[in-house]
């Protein structure tokens, strides 16, 4: 009999271990759902290669001109940069902290890695764009007024050794005046926004290279016209362009993201290659919209018969 009341215990501890085991998620579900271990990033200094001055000389107030008898009085968004400069950044602190945590695979705390930040170089006006000239019948006339940030970013652990930097650089479109036929249509917007824009565009951008560093884009699923990705919503926009590369073969293909959801986004062909190569856990970067990469080649050269 004690052979036979053994094999009884050793079938009941089986059972109840695969009870407790069904309740957990296996690895290979959490892989696909994104879900695991989350890495801790601080955010440390974060400085400007320039004085704060320098920002509060081009600042200022302008009057502009709408029409010969009324103007507006429009103030730069460099005078909101200049009052996050002296008060150590905390709107670009705070956007670049919400920014890590809508990753969901990052968490902002301390007790794991650094993030510092350093604005090397920051240039535009980010006010309305010059009036054109007049034009004449049947032409049109285009400006535009843009403004740019480059960021330095380095990423630091316990140790304090980088075990990762880059250059951050952004651009956007502060305003448009466009002269056609006798019709002129301009756009603009004020300061505060446009500063606001900044921030959201530039933290954004280094939040994706930081969690992609830690936690790699991969695809997950591939139906074949479509690839499911592990990051969602506000990482991926409708419209943005992402590299995805083969672990195998180094196949490299681009594909335009099409859904985007919290955690998970689909995306469809936007280049040549052999998607079959394309599988579960191949990596994928962002190419971000102002990167000149965005407007490469899509389709390969092949010769004339």
């Given at each position: ?52 001055t320098i920002y509060s000389t081009t600042s200022g107030h302008r009057n502009v001109y709408v029409d010969p008898y009324t103007y507006a009085s429009s103030t730069s968004w ?228």
């Amino acid at each position: 009999m004690a052979p036979l009341l053994k094999a009884i215990d050793m079938w009941k501890y089986g059972w109840v271990v695969a009870v407790i085991a069904s309740g957990l998620p296996s690895a290979a579900w959490a892989q696909r759902s994104g879900n695991g271990a989350q890495a801790n990033v601080a955010i440390g200094a974060v400085t400007s290669q320039q004085e704060c001055t320098i920002y509060s000389t081009t600042s200022g107030h302008r009057n502009v001109y709408v029409d010969p008898y009324t103007y507006a009085s429009s103030t730069s968004w460099m005078t909101w940069l200049y009052k996050d400069c002296v008060s150590h950044f905390p709107g670009l602190r705070m956007a670049m902290e919400a920014a890590l945590a809508s990753s969901g695979k990052i968490a902002v705390g301390r007790g794991g890695y650094t993030l510092s930040v350093n604005l090397s170089g920051v240039s535009g006006e980010g006010g309305p764009a010059p009036a054109p000239p007049v034009a004449g019948r049947n032409s049109f006339l285009v400006s535009s007024s843009k403004m740019m940030v480059n960021m330095d970013i380095t990423l630091r652990d316990r140790a304090g050794r980088i075990i990762f930097g880059d250059l951050v650089t952004k651009a956007i479109e502060t305003g448009s005046n466009v002269t056609a036929d006798g019709i002129r249509a301009t756009s603009s917007q004020s300061g505060e926004a446009t500063y606001a824009v900044l921030q959201r565009a530039v933290a954004l951008a280094a939040a994706r290279k930081v969690a992609f560093r830690l936690s790699p884009m991969r695809v997950v699923d591939n139906s074949g016209k479509r690839i499911q990705l592990n990051y969602g919503g506000p990482f991926l926009e409708m419209g943005m362009i992402v590299q995805v590369t083969s672990p195998t073969g180094g196949e490299s293909i681009r594909y335009r993201v099409a859904e985007v959801s919290g955690q998970t986004a689909l995306a469809e062909p936007y280049s040549d290659g052999d998607r079959a190569k394309i599988v579960a856990g191949s990596t994928a970067i962002v190419i971000e919209n102002d990167d000149p990469a965005a407007n490469g080649r899509r389709y390969d050269k092949v010769d004339l018969p």
